[in-house]
T-cell receptor, first 115, second 111 residues
Framework: EPEVTQTPSHQVTQMGQEVILRCVPI?????FYWYRQILGQKVEFLVS????????KSEIFDDQFSVERPDGSNFTLKIRSTKLEDSAMYFC?????????????FGQGTRLTVV | ELKVEQNPLFLSMQEGKNYTIYCNYS?????LYWYRQDPGKSLESLFV?????AVKQEGRLMASLDTKARLSTLHITAAVHDLSATYFC???????????FGKGTSLLVTP
């Protein structure tokens, strides 16, 4: 069964360092998303991406964050200068379309720990 | 701002019992989703509810949607231990692409 794949599963980084989280969405999907979940809290939307541009972003997604689809298969989230409060589980998701009866499929997540 | 409220946030129930998890949301929305999350794992899609009065069932779980009341329910019938997990409802933002999640209901089913 097709699935969204994320790497690495766990990343530890020092405060102020740049990190890139990688995702391979399901191959025929056109819409891509990043969400995050701080430990014990709810899942929060960060950004959606379609047709090589951001279609929507939340307040969390400030200038420190960027997304890119560098090739036909990968979708990345970059955090330029990590802060302690960026520690969270980051989920990538993809969907075939956006509309009625569309569902987003989530990857296994990357646990980011900023020390 | 779209708010999604779930209750209860924590639920401990005995095997064989029935219970309902509630999800209220603050503005109109076309779609409501239920996800399951096991500890340290990803989000597994359970149901997509699209219209007023929609009801979907999968095994011991049944979800319904009342768009007029802005309320969805997830009903658990004859709970078993394997249902222990955190259940999230999520509502789309109507602006297009974001899902707004509730805080989740942490369910523990005990013998």
């Amino acid at each position: 069964e097709p699935e969204v794949t994320q790497t690495p599963s766990h990343q530890v980084t020092q405060m102020g360092q740049e990190v890139i989280l990688r995702c391979v969405p399901i191959s025929n999907h056109l819409y891509f998303y990043w969400y995050r979940q701080i430990l014990g809290q709810k899942v929060e939307f960060l950004v959606s991406f379609y047709n090589n541009e951001i279609s929507e972003k939340s307040e969390i997604f400030d200038d420190q964050f960027s997304v890119e689809r560098p090739d036909g298969s990968n979708f990345t989230l970059k955090i330029r200068s990590t802060k302690l409060e960026d520690s969270a589980m980051y989920f990538c998701a993809s969907s075939e379309s956006w509309g009625l009866d569309t569902e987003a499929f989530f990857g296994q997540g990357t646990r980011l720990t900023v020390v | 701002e779209l708010k999604v409220e779930q209750n209860p946030l924590f639920l401990s129930m005995q095997e064989g019992k029935n219970y309902t998890i509630y999800c209220n949301y603050s503005t109109t929305s076309d779609r409501l989703y239920w996800y399951r999350q096991d500890p340290g794992k990803s989000l597994e899609s359970l149901f997509v509810l699209l219209s007023n009065g929609a009801v979907k069932q999968e095994g011991r779980l049944m979800a319904s949607l009342d768009t007029k009341a802005r309320l969805s329910t997830l009903h658990i019938t004859a709970a078993v231990h394997d249902l222990s997990a955190t259940y999230f409802c999520a509502v789309d933002s109507n602006s297009g692409y974001a899902l707004n999640f509730g805080k989740g209901t942490s369910l523990l089913v005990t013998p």
